[in-house]
Nanobody, 124 residues
Framework: QVQLVESGGGLVQAGGSLRLSCAAS????????MAWFRQAPGKEREFLAH????????YYADSVKGRFTISRDNAKNTVYLQMSSLKPEDTAIYYC?????????????????WGQGTQVTVSS
């Protein structure tokens, strides 16, 4: 089992950058593939990025490709989401998630563990 805690959210102007972190408990972090999702008010939770358990493979949703970068440090039990060129439409609660399924999965149904979320607000 793993517990996830996100941090790094906040208020930023359009065009700015933020780096989100997701710290995981437990000694099995490196056995999980990780992902970031977000959920805006009134919308479904949206897949953003996925990273394999060793960090060697990443995948992005078209909406963030070229602007967001997912990475992980297994020694620190942490996954990151570097966000740049932020837009007002990026405003949402951002969640990290872990899965024991090592295949690329973009649906929330495949993720076993979730953090509590961190708010990102982008002003115009």
């Amino acid at each position: 089992q793993v517990q996830l805690v996100e941090s790094g959210g906040g208020l930023v102007q359009a065009g700015g950058s933020l780096r989100l972190s997701c710290a995981a408990s437990g000694r099995t972090f490196s056995t999980y593939a990780m992902a970031w999702f977000r959920q805006a008010p009134g919308k479904e939770r949206e897949f953003l990025a996925h990273i394999s358990k060793n960090g060697g493979s990443t995948y992005y949703a078209d909406s963030v490709k070229g602007r967001f970068t997912i990475s992980r440090d297994n020694a620190k039990n942490t996954v990151y989401l570097q966000m740049s060129s932020l837009k007002p439409e990026d405003t949402a609660i951002y969640y990290c998630a872990a899965t024991v399924d090592l295949r690329l999965r973009v649906s929330t149904t495949y993720y076993d563990y979730w953090g509590q979320g961190t708010q990102v607000t982008v002003s115009s």
